[in-house]
């Protein structure tokens, strides 16, 4: 008789499976699944239309919920289609695992745990934190990460470490309530984005990771996966810029009311004045420079990144509104010919451009002036706010 599974309880009190999509891992797939029928006898398997001989392997896993498509979809519909069986079987939550061999089981303890310490009504979606600066991980995997991380940021807020590890748990009625789109390795950011903007906590657990080159076989393809990964978080940023931060701010204010609103997202009492001042600091900077057309997606990325307040940020980057554009180009223009020890030109005349040389210095004049100009007015306000901001945090500190 075989022993109980070592975490069968803990997976049945949490309604919680392991889903593994697979796609021609012959070389591993068994050992993997054997390993974690250790843990648990709550596994669904979608074969996402395997030509090698995983279909004969499954075979000899009859206790295992199995599920095959016959032609390859991609991982992200494997993934679809398994959070729609497991929720369909009465499972709340599911574990992905990939079948390549590079996760360990022993850390399905950390995500049941995770599990089982979060708060009543709050919902959570753990992703695997692979800690890519370690010895062994390749370099354009970690690479890929790192853009990934950087763009999830300025879309949600969240900063995670990894935003791609296959090794996840994922809270199944509300990821199958989600319109979800692709069908290959971008579902997995599709979905996490997607959780977030509807308030889902979004976190990194750790966790380990092996590679072992000679049997893990991958399915990513460089070119085409980063480059659909890329479209996606195009997109994703138009969303967020024009729709899902507007939305919530908006829902923000009318929740707190217009004295809260202020005190809480604008004035932010409690941040420190530093930080105040710097998201002042870098909306002039960014309203100042010289990039026309990307004034709102660079201000929001660079607040998201910097951790600053990014409703005031995008509020003084609109220093340069139409009224003030000619302004901040002539003074742009008046400081670089003051750098280049050209002297200040007050009368700028048709015939001083007449030359495609002087088209060329011209141009370059003017963008070595704006961003000084602009790096010179952003420490001037920031020293002037981080003074006021200290002086009024001093003079609530002392008021009785």
């Not at 006898?41 to 074969?47: A, F, I, P």
């Not at 990513?220 to 810029?241: A, E, G, K, N, Q």
């Not at 340069?320 to 670089?336: D, E, T």
Request: with cysteine.
């Amino acid at each position: 008789m075989s022993s109980t599974p070592l975490h069968q309880a803990r997976f049945e009190d949490l309604n919680c499976c392991i889903l593994i999509p697979t796609y021609n891992n012959e070389k591993t797939l068994a050992s993997v699944l054997q390993d974690l029928l250790l843990y648990t006898s709550n596994l669904v398997v979608v074969n996402d239309g395997s030509t090698d001989s995983t279909f004969e392997i499954l075979q000899e896993f009859s206790e295992i919920n199995i599920h095959h498509f016959e032609q390859n979809k991609g991982k992200g519909e494997a993934l679809k289609q398994g959070f729609r069986i497991a929720e369909e079987l009465g499972y709340e939550y599911a574990v992905t695992i990939d079948s390549d061999g590079q996760h360990y089981p022993d850390d399905l303890d950390i995500f049941l745990g995770e599990l089982e310490n979060k708060k009543s009504g709050t919902e959570i979606l753990l992703v695997g934190d692979r800690n890519m600066t370690q010895e062994g991980i390749p370099g354009k995997s970690s690479l890929g990460n790192k853009f990934s991380n950087f763009w999830f940021l300025v879309v949600t807020g969240i900063n995670l470490t990894d935003t791609q590890s296959g090794y996840r748990l994922y809270p199944l009625k509300t990821i199958n309530e989600l319109r979800l789109y692709t069908k290959k390795f971008e579902l997995e950011i599709e979905v996490i984005v997607k959780a977030a903007w509807r308030k889902v906590k979004v976190k990194n657990i750790p966790i380990k990771v092996f590679y072992e080159e000679e049997n893990r076989v991958t399915h990513f393809r460089p070119f085409w996966d980063i480059s659909r990964i890329t479209l996606l978080y195009i997109w994703f940023v138009l969303v967020s810029f024009f729709y899902i931060h507007p939305r919530d701010t908006y829902n923000d204010f009318r929740r707190k009311g217009f004295k809260r609103f202020w005190k809480e997202n604008i004035i932010k009492s409690e941040e420190p004045a530093y930080k105040k001042a710097a998201a002042i600091a870098l909306g002039v900077f960014v309203g100042i420079s010289p990039f026309w057309g990307f004034h709102t997606l660079l201000v929001f990325s660079l607040a998201a990144v910097l951790k600053l307040n990014k409703v005031v940020a995008f509020l003084f980057s609109n220093i340069s509104i139409p009224p003030l554009i000619p302004l901040i180009v002539y003074a742009s223009y008046q400081v670089g010919s003051f750098i280049t020890g050209r002297g200040f030109r007050w009368e700028l005349r048709p015939e001083d451009f007449d030359s495609a040389t002087d088209l060329i210095q011209g141009f370059w004049q003017y963008i070595l002036g704006s961003f000084t100009l602009a790096g010179v007015i952003a420490l001037t306000l920031w020293a002037i706010f981080y003074f006021m901001f200290s002086l009024t945090r001093q003079q609530q500190v002392v008021k009785p």
